[in-house]
């Protein structure tokens, strides 16, 4: 039986969903916030926190659909969303059919616009990923709102005679990221410049419709959201609040939420939940912490214990132990996460090899030392090679001679035995160790 992680017992089937309204750290959720490092930048500071103390208000995040999947950065939106829904708010999930149309100024250039056909299936997909971490229940219901609705049936001229007009070019040329293009080689499109415009009159829309009066996102998007909160101003001259949340970075400085390079997805087609708990559990000590507090639903006590047990005993990686079980159980679910905590011990002779299932081999293979190898020709000797665990044929004859050597987590014995048919497992991998800690997966072509 696979060992019962830190904080197992603790974690429900999805933990954004508990309900979680008598903990006390939900009591001043602007606090809350502060205190778990999610506030970068905000309107005025005592206004929120006095909107948020009282009476239920409505606020608003979106995403758009650039990609097939959100992403670990969007994730912090997602929990954020949950955590002020938790302390009683109405959460609006909005999934920018029109403004994925256009795509927002990136700081690497112009972005390739896509088909509506492409986009149309990305805001379903993301529709579904939002619906995960809140909740459409009770009196604070969700709701999921998608602005092409209302953008579809705006016109060109009535789009600059009616909205156009209250923004101001000057204004909108000081937004970091347009000032980067703008004085970059590559200049900016009228299409990206005016994407503040399309953002900004779905706050005023959300506003109208549904009384909505808080923005967040990313820093990143500050400039964008402000539009929004400007353009309430002028044109129904109601004050609405606005909160960024920083863009989280690793403690050396590089960004966060990528591994070998490539993004962490939240669809397990794009990223497995195997590689997705070994992301966590691979995070440093002096970022763990940190993590714990952005990308969970644990207590201040909770968290102030796990901090001591890093202090004390680094080595027992509790805290990323805690943390990786607590973020996959609440992206892919308790059960996927405890195949994974299998399968990872199984990969180590603690469990049993066999039963770790294709998938997760499939993300083991991608993050190992690999090859591929005609069946015919697989024996260990073979294997140890391709894989580049040893350098010749000769090296690898005197690790299986000193017992240094094991395929499937059976020590090999006879370094020229072909495999048999029943040693591929799922009738296509074999795993390969050199020493104790040397892994690489074989795959028969």
Known sequence: MAEKHPGEDAVQSNPALN??????????????????GLV????DEDALEEALAGDPITYYCGFDPTAASLHLGHLVQLLTMRRIQLAGHRPLGLVGGATGLIGDP??????VLNTPEIISGWVDSLQDQVKHYISFEGDNAARMVNNLDWWQGVGALEMLRDIGKYFRVGTMTKKEIVAKRLNSDEGISYTEFSYQILQGYDYLQLHRDYGCTLQFGGSDQWGNITSGTELVRRVENDHVHALGTPLITNSDGTKFGKSEGNAI???SQL????????????????DVIDRLKVFTFRSREEIESVAEAVQNEPFRREAQKTLAWDVTSLVHGEEATRKVIAASEALFGKGEISEIDRPTLTSVAAEVPFAEVPAAEATAVKLLVATGLVASNGEARRAIKDGGASVNNQKVLDGEAVLDEADWLHGEYVLVRRGKKKLAVAKRV
């Open 271 to 286: 990223c497995s939940p195997y590689t997705f708990y070994q992301f966590w559990l691979n995070q440093a000590d002096a």
């Open 265 to 267: 997805w939240l669809d």
């Open 106 to 111: 990136r700081q690497t250039g112009e972005r």
């Open 40 to 43: 970068h930048v905000s309107t």
């Open 19 to 36: 309900d979680q309204r008598n903990d006390p750290s939900f009591e001043n959720i602007w606090q809350e916030l502060k205190w778990r």
